[in-house]
């Protein structure tokens, strides 16, 4: 069993930056893919972000793409989400998740493992 924390979310007026960051509790993230995920009011949770288990095999959300950048550093054991250009609709719960196994697709059940996430806001 995995558990994951969050941190780093919060409120911030649009055009400005924050950085989450995510590690496991009593064990290391090892070869496990991971992602962050994020689920506004009212809506289903989305994909933002994947890294693979070498810190390669980089995916994004087309929305975040040249604002956000997912990386992970395997001797600190985090993996970090630096937003930067954020904008009101990015306003959602921010959560890190980690999976096992390898797949070329971001669905949220493909995924083990759950933080309890982190809120982020944006103000206009």
């Known amino acids: 069993q995995v558990q994951l924390v969050e941190s780093g979310g919060g409120l911030v007026q649009a055009g400005g930056s924050l950085r989450l960051s995510c590690a496991p509790s009593g064990r290391t993230f090892g070869n496990y893919d991971l992602g962050w995920f994020r689920q506004a009011p009212g809506k289903e949770r989305e994909f933002v972000a994947g890294?693979?288990?070498?810190?390669?095999?980089?995916a994004y959300a087309d929305s975040v793409k040249g604002r956000f950048t997912i990386s992970r550093d395997n001797a600190k054991n985090t993996v970090y989400l630096q937003m930067n250009s954020l904008k009101p609709d990015d306003t959602a719960v921010y959560y890190c998740a980690a999976r096992a196994h390898y797949s070329a697709t971001y669905s949220s059940k493909e995924y083990d493992y759950w933080g309890q996430g982190t809120q982020v806001t944006v103000s206009s």
């Open positions: 890294v693979g288990w070498s810190g390669t095999r980089l």
